[in-house]
């Protein structure tokens, strides 16, 4: 069965500071991951997929498949990263696995 | 706008009430999912089409719930026999094969 576990419900860190969002998964397989975002009243929308191996608005994620971990990690927060993010897993079907999601707030 | 498209944006029901959603996806993106999130949790898969096609339903969908995507474009969600626990947001997202999903602004649900 296919599962991502985001540990944390709520990360609060200082604007400048390092951050880290947690991600585990659990699947048998070779899942692919992704990070979605929510800013405050928009639409979910896709952040960083792990194939890409690109770097977005500062953030980027390695899939550890030793660990099962795809951590999201900025090395220095801003207050527009606040918003609510969301680890995800597609395995066949296809269909995208949620975490319950993390919200991080960044504070001045 | 030319992303994902839901209607109604909100919709207020009585419990026992029949509701219909629709979802435009983004023209030419053949997968198309249905999700539902309350609060405080991740989206939940629903169901999933590939074309017209109707390939996986989660165990969430109950009998009272119905998608269907007659001629691979437009969606629709109905839930029949609304009960309070229906309350949520019901997302809906579309993709071309092996790419992302993009997702739309959501139905928000509540049956009272």
């Known amino acids: 069965a296919q599962r991502v576990t985001q540990p944390e419900k709520l990360l609060s860190v200082f604007k400048g500071a390092p951050v880290e969002l947690k991600c585990n998964y659990s699947y048998s397989g070779s899942p692919e991951l992704f990070w979605y975002v929510q800013y405050s009243r928009q639409r979910l929308q896709l952040l960083l997929r792990?194939?890409s191996r690109e770097s977005i608005k500062g953030f980027t994620a390695d899939l550890n498949k030793g660990e099962t971990s795809f951590h999201l990690k900025k090395p220095f927060a801003q207050e527009e990263d606040s918003a609510m993010y969301y680890c995800a897993l597609s395995a066949p079907p296809y269909a995208l696995n949620f975490g319950k999601g993390t919200s991080l707030l960044v504070t001045p | 706008d030319t992303g994902v498209s839901q209607d109604p944006r909100h919709k207020i029901t009585k419990r026992g009430q029949n509701v219909t959603f629709r979802c435009d996806p983004i023209s030419e993106h053949n997968r198309l999912y249905w999700y539902r999130q309350t609060l405080g949790q991740g989206p939940e898969f629903l169901t999933y089409?590939?074309?017209?096609?109707?390939?996986?339903k989660s165990r969430l969908l109950s009998d009272r719930f119905s998608a269907e995507r007659p001629k691979g474009s437009f969606s629709t969600l109905e839930i029949q026999r609304t009960e309070q626990g229906d309350s949520a947001m019901y997302l809906c997202a579309s993709s071309p094969v092996d790419r992302e999903a993009f997702f739309g602004q959501g139905t928000r649900l509540t049956v009272v």
């Open positions: 792990h194939i």
């Open positions: 089409f590939q074309n017209e096609a109707q390939l996986e």
